[in-house]
């Protein structure tokens, strides 16, 4: 693909515009609570595109997105839950983005996002579960959101459902998400390059548009993410967990939603 081919639109102008709109709050979103891009770009990027076609560019766009943020929040990292939770995510990811590729995916993500709704929801209504940071409770969260990160790009959804029934401070939750999902999309963008795909033309999930998808998104990404880091600023911890547990319960339904729709369909 030529510099040429990245100044011609992905999509028509106002299919691009809706696209763009979709980045842009799900930027505000990532910018404040750290996660839920991915989710959010797929969620309503679907209803115009394949998924197949952007979830390698939203991989992309999340490292960005995460470079853009790591140099404010490096010193909050907790960084025994981020080792375990980054061998988790590499066991598991390839597995994922496997299934991705070779099996129908809507069961698995419409199983996901009822577990993942039932359990924001439980927490939401004020069940007590607080788990106890041990090294295989540590490393069963990262195989778990790797898993579910390969599969259906939501990977975030899953372990902040986990860390949100943790006693971690807000900007402590929010950096360790921001730097596990820069070691998770960078893991993830390397097995959709070469994990091979039936269903793909150019023989993998990482198509040669991938990079133009990434070029013409970033930039109402990134907007959003400055925006949604300056809300951040002054919440206080049961605010932020509130709007944390809402913002999951609501992509958690997105979810379940899709992949009903996508069985009934």
């Known amino acids: 693909m030529t510099a040429a081919d990245l100044l011609v ?8 515009a809706y696209s763009l709109c979709v980045v842009f709050a799900a930027g505000i979103v990532r910018g404040f609570a750290g996660f839920g891009f991915s989710a959010i770009t797929v969620a309503g990027m679907s209803l115009v595109v394949s998924p197949a076609l952007v979830v390698p560019a939203i991989f992309m766009l999340e490292i960005l997105a995460s470079l853009s943020q790591l140099r404010g929040i490096a010193r909050h990292i907790d ?13 598991c990811i390839p597995i ?11 069961p698995l993500r419409l199983l996901i996002g009822a577990l993942l709704m039932a359990a924001a929801l439980l927490l939401r209504g004020g069940a007590h579960v607080t ?17 579910i990160n390969g599969v259906a790009a939501i990977g975030g959804i899953a372990i902040a459902v986990l860390l949100s029934s943790t006693n ?21 963008l390397i097995c959709a390059a070469l ?18 998808w990434a070029l013409w998104l970033a930039p109402a990404m990134l907007a959003g993410i400055w925006y949604g880091q300056r ?13 944390v547990l809402n913002l ?3 992509l958690a339904a997105v979810s379940v939603v899709r992949a009903v729709a996508s069985l009934v369909g």
Request: cysteine-free.
């Open 9 to 16: 639109p992905p999509l028509a102008p106002a299919t691009l």
């Open 231 to 243: 809300s951040f600023k002054g919440v206080s911890a049961e605010q932020f967990r509130r709007h």
């Open 79 to 91: 960084m025994p839950w981020l080792s375990w939770l980054m061998l988790g995510n590499l066991v």
């Open 168 to 188: 971690m401070a807000p900007a402590v939750l929010r950096a360790t998400l921001i730097a596990l999902l820069l070691f998770s999309d960078v893991v993830a």
């Open 195 to 212: 994990i091979p795909s039936s269903a793909h033309a150019s023989g993998n999930l990482m198509g040669a548009d991938t990079l133009k």
């Open 96 to 106: 994922g983005v496997a299934l991705l590729a070779w099996l129908p995916e809507t």
């Open 248 to 250: 999951l319960i609501a």
């Open 131 to 147: 788990l106890v940071p041990t090294r295989g409770v540590r490393l069963a969260a990262g195989l778990a959101s790797g898993f």
